[in-house]
């Protein structure tokens, strides 16, 4: 009876209660957009870094994976070093440098990763064969049409040129016999993978045995942040980052978005409350009569105050409910412009759908759609019946 | 005995290379011009000990004088970067790190664009694995990621805007609804529907010229709020929002355009009642 009468109020103001729900609507999009945005970077960072189950990255001392040219020498110590902890499943020590191929007259320049094939958790291979011989390397999509080649050309890589002697350094004739998607490297960056050796002996690395990075794969159930003391203790000059700590510095990093989804979902929020309790106070003064009518036949305070509560929380739903389809189209709009960050790998989404976004979102309007009534419904249950009613004859 | 070892004492200093230091690296570590530091390429906490693995009992070590303390480049490319700064000499750095006669970028100087473009050239055709590039082109790649931003700030301005539309539309609305009694008593002492449709709108328009207004104000407000902020956070000089005349007038001319038309839409509402409904007969 109360939601039947609280949908009729609502129905007697149809242009208004439109104009109400529409508001709510737009608000309600704005919030679950960042809502998306402050758990997305995360979560979406999160299942990259876990896509090949390696939960602990090693990177020289004081630097970020990739961040600066530093090396760690003697990786085969290191790594026999990492293999005594008994929670170390696999170690995959990975070096990274650029490689040059001139092609057509012209040079492209590629970034190289080199890997044991066997244990690499950096690409997946989508054709071809992985890159198991010293004369073989996979290649990403980017790279074979800059150099326009495809699986099984042989193509001359070289490390470097001496313009000196004007001769190549590291020079290697090799195949490409695969074709791969690197995890974490920005859509459209070229980029193959070859033999951790190989490109040692290419960069005049292999004599101190350089990498640019660890990453380490634990037992299941092994505890990542004590193995991660172990190694901090036994390996001193590489610093151990878990995944946990790597989303906390990306956290720092990008940040701005985090706060940013935060004041417009909070300015969302508000401009929706506002909407709904300017809406119910006007409705409630409009209807003083009515109400005092009602009080007169003897329906109670309570009753008139449920009503109240319930039409700011019926247009407070419709308004949320159309918002979640609006705001997951406006997340996806949103996303394709962020996505075009330089830098970023391309399964980062910075808006990442999850149904707790969405019940959030809905459970924060259902919130301010009680909140907003609270007001126009105590001053309506607060109305002195008789004066109301003289005013009411009066007008 | 103090002055016999000032020779000396200067002597040292004379020898000594100079850096300049980032401003944050000197506050921080509490370095003033003229201290004498000693700078390593070692990573700290005792590696490269002996008996750790890979670790070099060589690194070399210099002692040099703080010549200058410098300020962070405006530089939005470098906004989310936190590491220290210090910058010496290509030599003593190379010999430090133990590049050898290494170096990342030569910046190359030119006389005109004809000259850059020659320079460009030359350089690629004489230096395989080298890439020449357009100081322009450089900062357009870098200034890249605030491109996106950017783009990403419009989208979000055009969502408030239509979400301001709506709201505007709703509260003039509700405004002109609860004079309908007024109105309907107006029209019937002989009040045409044009002065009531006119004064409703221009009524509309002072409500969303004073409005904009106190936006304006308010928004100045946040804006320095949002630099002080974010200038403290990232340590950097760079400005992140502005308020400039432009944005304002866009502000306020928007705002009008948008009052006006939520006015008229209520008025004509309003005008096209007949009066003894606005009064509620």
Redesign the interface.
């Known amino acids: 009876m109360r939601i039947l009468l609280a949908l009729a109020a609502l129905r007697s103001?149809r242009?208004?209660t439109a104009?109400?729900v529409?508001?709510v609507a737009?608000?309600a999009?704005?919030l679950l957009c960042m809502v998306m945005l402050s758990a997305g970077l995360r979560e979406s960072f999160r299942e990259l870094l876990l896509a090949r189950g390696f939960q602990l990255r090693l990177s020289?001392?004081?630097t970020l994976p990739f961040d600066t040219e530093a090396t760690?020498?003697?990786a085969s110590?290191?790594v026999q070093?990492l293999a005594a902890q008994p929670d170390v499943v696999t170690v995959s020590a990975v070096l990274g440098a650029q490689l040059?191929v001139?092609q057509g007259g012209e040079?492209v320049?590629t970034f190289a990763l080199g890997v044991n094939p066997a244990a690499q958790g950096d690409y997946e291979l989508l054709e071809g064969r992985d890159a198991k011989a010293p004369d073989a390397l996979v290649a990403n999509d980017a790279f074979l049409a800059a150099a326009g080649a495809r699986v099984g050309d042989t193509l001359t890589f070289?490390a470097?040129?001496d313009?000196q002697l004007r001769s190549?350094s590291g020079e290697r004739t090799m195949v490409v016999s695969g074709r791969a998607r690197f995890l974490y490297l920005a859509s459209g960056q070229s980029a193959v993978a070859l033999e951790l050796r190989v490109l040692q002996d290419m960069t005049g690395r292999a004599g101190s045995d350089e990498v640019s990075l660890f990453m380490v794969r634990l037992r299941d159930g092994a505890d990542v942040e004590a193995v991660r003391a172990w190694i901090q203790e036994h390996?001193?000059?590489v610093d151990a980052i878990s995944t946990a700590e790597a989303m906390q510095r990306v956290d720092?990093?990008?940040?701005?978005f985090r706060q940013l989804g935060f004041i417009?979902g909070a300015v969302?929020l508000i401009?929706g409350f506002?909407?709904v309790t300017?809406?119910m106070t006007?409705s409630v003064?409009?209807r003083l009569g009515e109400i005092a009518v009602m009080r007169a036949m003897g329906v109670s305070r309570l009753h008139v105050i449920h009503q109240i509560l319930l039409e700011g929380l019926a247009m407070s739903l419709a308004g949320g409910i159309a918002g979640l389809g609006l705001g997951l189209v406006?997340a996806r709009?949103?996303n394709s412009?962020?996505s075009?960050?330089?830098g970023l790998p391309e399964a980062i989404d910075f808006f990442l759908f999850q149904p707790r976004s969405a019940w959030t979102a809905l459970g924060l309007l259902v919130l301010v759609g009680v909140a907003a009534g609270i007001y126009p419904s105590w001053r309506a249950a607060t109305l002195p019946i008789a004066g109301a009613l003289h005013e009411e004859a009066v007008? | 005995m103090l002055l016999a070892a000032l020779p000396l004492f200067f002597a040292l200093q004379a020898q000594l290379r100079t850096v300049a230091v980032g401003a944050d690296l000197a506050a921080d570590a509490g370095i003033a011009v003229g201290d004498t530091v000693v700078i390593s390429a070692r990573?700290?906490?005792?590696?490269?000990e002996e008996g750790?693995?890979?670790?070099?009992a060589d690194w070399p070590v210099d002692s040099v004088v703080v010549s200058a303390i410098v300020e962070r480049r405006a530089d939005p490319s470098e906004i989310?970067r936190?590491d220290y700064r210090v910058r010496l000499h290509l030599d003593q750095l190379e010999r430090l790190v133990g590049y050898g006669n290494r170096v990342d970028r030569f910046a190359v100087g030119t006389f005109d664009s004809a000259a850059t473009e020659q320079a460009l050239r030359s350089i690629e055709d004489?230096?395989?694995?080298?890439?020449a590039h357009r100081s322009r082109d450089i900062a357009a790649?870098t200034s890249?990621?605030f491109a996106?931003v950017s783009?990403?700030h419009r989208?979000?301005g055009v969502?408030t805007i239509?979400?301001s539309a709506?709201?505007l539309?709703?509260?003039l609305?509700?405004k002109v609804?609860?004079r309908r009694?007024g109105m309907g008593a107006l029209r019937l002492i002989g009040l045409s529907r044009r002065t009531v449709f006119s004064t409703v709108v221009i009524e509309a328009a002072f409500v969303s010229v004073l409005g904009s207004a106190l936006g304006v104000l308010v928004g100045w407000a946040a804006s320095a709020a949002v630099n002080a902020y974010?200038q403290s956070?990232y340590r950097t000089p760079l400005r992140f929002s502005i308020v400039t005349a432009d944005i304002v007038l866009f502000a306020v001319l928007l705002s009008l355009v948008l009052g006006v038309v939520a006015g008229a839409v209520a008025a004509l509402?309003l005008v096209r009642a007949p009066p003894l409904e606005l009064i509620?007969r």
């Open positions: 103001h242009v208004r104009l109400a529409l508001g737009v608000a999009a704005m020289p001392r004081g760690i020498s003697d110590t290191i070093t040059h001139e040079g320049t070289a470097g040129y313009p190549f390996v001193p000059r720092e990093r990008l940040s701005y417009l969302s401009v506002l909407l300017t809406l006007v003064n409009e406006t709009y949103l412009i962020l075009a960050f330089p007008a | 990573p700290p906490a005792g590696v490269g750790v693995p890979g670790g070099r989310a936190n004489a230096a395989f694995g080298f890439q790649e890249t990621t996106v783009r990403f989208a979000i969502i239509v979400a709506v709201f539309l709703c509260i609305l509700l609804e609860e009694r974010y956070f509402r509620g």
